[in-house]
């Protein structure tokens, strides 16, 4: 069997977790391959699992992540699987995932979630807390890993366990403001303060979308999709948009604070 990966990540939680689930499916016996989502590049492809990954953004998933899979087209009838990492709650993100990959023409199997620590520096600046500052622990990533190593079986079964509706929360009106309109205006009007910038360039290499800009100084350019990222990854901490001065940021991805028998970031 051949897994296709895609993942979209900001700050290397969901990349970690593609990783993760490839390295288990490779332990199966599968032959995987794992790409970065490029929205401006529809993928056109066969596999015997597609897997889709994406980090949860106010309660819906990112959208470069859900114009890509709109847009794929794998073999008709191909069992797909969303694989979302969230701070807090997937909400009704699985609902939106399922729409978008019915829509590609692929099958929705199955849905798995990853919380992990919550990137958000409005929240980390409310309470590191409640950005669950460590995870995700031990028994999680268990549990996730059992999900993943037991796929295979049940996609030549057609064991399809999970249902993709979420019930409404109270914080599910709040994913209708996620949205392109919206996100450059009101949100994320990024500014730099050039007084601190060293103009080192990491808010353009990490990136995702290639917003950010370096022509004599870093300027952003382009839409937002609201990843936080060039805010969480500035080390001068001169990127911010209005809600985020004296925030604190998220500085890395679990995997690789795992590896490195790393402290939770602060």
């Known amino acids: 069997m051949k897994a296709q990966i895609h993942y979209f990540s900001a700050t290397g939680n969901t990349k970690a977790a593609a990783s ?47 114009e890509f899979v709109r847009s794929a087209c ?34 929705p199997f199955d849905w798995v979630a990853l919380r992990c620590e919550d990137s958000w520096p409005v929240l980390r600046g409310i309470t590191l807390k409640a950005a669950g500052v460590g995870l995700p622990d031990e028994a999680s990533l268990a549990g996730f890993r059992a999900f993943w190593a037991d796929l295979p079986g049940r996609i030549e079964r057609g064991d399809r366990r999970r249902n993709w509706f979420r019930f409404p929360s109270p914080f599910s009106p709040l994913s209708l403001f996620y949205h392109r309109s919206m996100l450059g205006r009101l949100w994320f009007p990024i500014e730099v303060d050039m007084r601190k910038c060293t103009r080192c ?26 990843c936080y990222g060039c805010v969480n990854n500035c080390p001068a901490e001169a990127v911010n948009t209005w809600l985020t001065h004296g925030a604190p940021r998220y500085r890395g991805d679990f995997l690789r604070r795992t590896e490195a028998g790393l402290k939770p970031s602060k």
């Open 74 to 107: 794998p073999g008709p009838g191909t069992p797909a699987v969303a694989l979302l990492t969230h701070g807090g709650t997937v909400d009704m993100s699985p609902s939106y995932m399922r729409r978008a990959l019915a829509r590609s023409g692929a099958l």
């Open 20 to 66: 993760e689930a490839a390295l288990v499916l490779r332990s199966r016996g599968l032959d995987v391959d794992v790409s970065q989502m490029d929205p401006r590049r529809p993928w056109r492809g066969a596999c015997d699992i597609w897997v889709v990954a994406s980090p949860v953004y106010d309660f819906k998933p990112s959208l470069p992540a859900l």
């Open 201 to 226: 360039g990491l808010c353009v290499r990490r990136c995702p979308t290639g917003r950010m800009r370096i022509e004599n100084f870093p300027r952003p350019w382009g839409e937002c999709v609201g």
